[in-house]
């Protein structure tokens, strides 16, 4: 790993463009997320949610990422595979909006990996309890039965 925000030397630049050459890098946007905090509430595909004015129109992030694979792939005279991750909120818009747009992502092999589940963490932690040092008892739903035997029920 290299911290690249004061720039590269040329030998690592050398080195990153030759193992992009030979077929050692690839890009993964992960493109899952709505975006509704992001978006104050409106709940849009993050991915396509045009954020910023570049060349006279607004882009999303997903144009910006595939601008920049070819970018750096012209650069080592070989494309790099990209692989957008979505989820069951995210892929149907993202593959309508690759197809109507084929030509962003035309020289660029793109390769889209549907979320096949989703996670939701159902052990409490003690940072749930929204103190420090205090322990509360904290209940969620759960269908795992207590030590009791008996499954918690609301109140």
């Known amino acids: 790993m290299v911290d690249a925000t004061g720039g590269l030397t040329a030998i690592l630049r050398e080195e990153g463009l030759a193992l992009i050459a030979g077929g050692a890098v690839a890009v993964v946007t992960l493109a899952a997320g709505a975006g509704s905090r992001w978006t104050q509430g409106a709940g849009v595909v993050k991915a396509l949610h045009p954020f910023a004015k570049l060349a006279g129109r607004h882009r999303s992030f997903l144009e910006v990422h595939l601008a920049k694979n070819r970018r750096v792939a012209r ?81």
Request: proline residues 9%; hydrophobic residues 35%; aromatic residues 4%.
């Open 75 to 155: 650069l080592a005279g070989a494309a790099i595979p990209h692989v957008i991750t979505t989820s069951h909120l995210t892929d149907t818009a993202i593959t309508s909006w690759l197809r109507a747009h084929g030509t962003a992502a035309a020289d660029v092999p793109v390769q889209v990996s549907p979320g096949r589940a989703i996670g939701l963490r159902t052990i409490p932690m003690e940072r749930d309890s929204g103190s420090r040092g205090k322990r509360h008892r904290t209940r969620f739903w759960t269908s795992r039965p207590r030590r009791s035997g008996r499954a918690w029920r609301p109140p």
